[in-house]
């Protein structure tokens, strides 16, 4: 199997989380894993940010996860 750098792809991952230190350990994991990482503190961040592709992966501690899943449902794009 092919790596994300060997094939050009490289998979982007959303983090969402309001701690700084996880959203940084996650990131790193990310990159070095090939991929590219961008951090948001909260929600609101990320739904300003209107990403265009890749992975959301959110803390559910202030029921983040499940805004964003409540918004796609809803239609939202971001």
Do not use: C, W
Not at 6 to 30: C, E, K, L, P
């Amino acid at each position: 199997m092919a790596s994300a750098q060997q094939t050009g792809f490289q998979q982007v991952v959303h983090i969402v989380d309001d701690n700084h230190r996880i959203r940084a350990q996650i990131a790193m994991t990310v990159v070095q894993s090939g991929g590219h990482a961008e951090i948001y503190e909260g929600l609101d961040e990320l739904l300003d940010a209107k990403p265009g592709n890749g992975t959301v992966l959110a803390s559910d501690a202030a029921g983040q996860a499940t805004q964003i899943v409540t918004r796609l449902q809803a239609g939202e794009v971001f």
